[in-house]
């Protein structure tokens, strides 16, 4: 074995140098040959790591800037394509709006005075009533005796309503009321007997 120190030649199998004395146990040294290979093996795998890497960011990119492309694109195809107009149905709208006008109506609609009549004592008198939906109040508060006090009011169409008092009734304000519905004038008459006052009302739906 060569002496690493001095470069003398011992024996097989000796520990320590013959002519210097250091100690022969040492590692020897890796082939050249096989370092330098393993050096360019590394530099090699390298090399592929960073083509791979650059491979995949150029695909990355060009991936992203295909997609902002057609994002851009699409909204210039629709925006040059032309409106196209709504075509509207006229028989809805008709109907749409007869409703609203027949709602309307009806909620315009109320119970108009037409016509106020009053008095006292005894008598009659006659009045005419045009058509259309009527409705008729009276009252009336007779006067105290021993007689058959009332307020009757009738129309020649066979309605009728009306108060009275007998001779034992207590001596109060009566009132009554009835509707109907005609299609031509009407003629009453509010025949009163022994009022201190009396009051009829006519009031027509429109």
Known sequence: MICRQCGFENKK??????????????????????????????????????????????FMLASGDSSSQVADVSPQSNASQPAQPVESDDSDENAQTEVVSSKQTSESKSWELIGSYSGSGSGSETINVPDGKIMVKLSAYPIKNYATNH??????????????????????TRSDSFSYTSSSDETFTIDYYETVNWNVEFYRYQ
């Open 13 to 58: 199998g000796a520990k320590f140098c013959s002519k210097c004395g250091s100690s022969l146990d040492y590692v020897p040294s890796e082939n050249p040959e096989k370092s330098d290979s393993t050096k360019y093996i590394i530099i090699a795998l390298i090399a592929v790591i960073v083509l791979l890497v650059g491979a995949i960011g150029y």
């Open 151 to 172: 307020l009757y009011v009738s129309g020649s169409n066979g309605q009728s309503g009306g108060v009275d008092w007998g001779s034992t009734s207590k001596v109060e």
